[in-house]
C-alpha cells in the first residue's frame, strides 16, 4: 500500500503562485513515478505533470508548460508542484498519484493510488 498526501493548495489571485506538496509513504519502490492531475468542476481529471522517482525525469503536460514545475526531494519523499502566473482557469482540485509502470504517465489509467486532492482557486 501506498498512501498519498497533497498540501498546498489555496486561494490565490490571477498572476500569483503556489506549491503543492506530495508526501508519499507506505511501500514505495524506486521504480516509479509520481504525477500530478486536476479536476475542475463539471471537467474530466487531466494530466498535468509527472517526475520519475529514480531517474528525476520530469514530463509537464500541455497545462504546465511554461508556467508550472516538477520537482521530487528524495529525503522527504515529497514532489513539489511549483505554479506560477495562476489564471481562473486553473481552478481545480489537484490530485497527486502513484505509479510502478514507465508509459502512458499521461493516462489517469496508470496510476494506482491517488491522494485526496488539495483544492487550487484562482480568482480574477
Known amino acids: 500500500q501506498v498512501q498519498l498526501e497533497e498540501s498546498g493548495g489555496g486561494l490565490v489571485q490571477a498572476g500569483g503562485s503556489l506549491r503543492l506538496s506530495c508526501v508519499a509513504s507506505?511501500?514505495?519502490?524506486?521504480?516509479?513515478?509520481i504525477g500530478w492531475f486536476r479536476q475542475a468542476p463539471g471537467k474530466e481529471r487531466e494530466f498535468v505533470a509527472a517526475?520519475?522517482?529514480?531517474?528525476?525525469?520530469?514530463w509537464h503536460g500541455d497545462p504546465a508548460k511554461g508556467r508550472f514545475t516538477i520537482a521530487r526531494d528524495i529525503t522527504k519523499r515529497t514532489v513539489y508542484l511549483q505554479m506560477n502566473r495562476l489564471n481562473p482557469e486553473d481552478t481545480a482540485v489537484y490530485y497527486c498519484?502513484?505509479?510502478?509502470?514507465?508509459?502512458?504517465?499521461?493516462?489517469?489509467?496508470?496510476?494506482?493510488?491517488w491522494g485526496q486532492g488539495t483544492q487550487v482557486t484562482v480568482s480574477s
Open positions: 498519484a502513484y505509479t510502478t509502470v514507465d508509459y502512458g504517465l499521461e493516462d489517469r489509467r496508470s496510476y494506482d493510488y
Open positions: 507506505g511501500r514505495t519502490f524506486a521504480d516509479s513515478a
Open positions: 517526475i520519475r522517482w529514480a531517474s528525476n525525469s520530469p
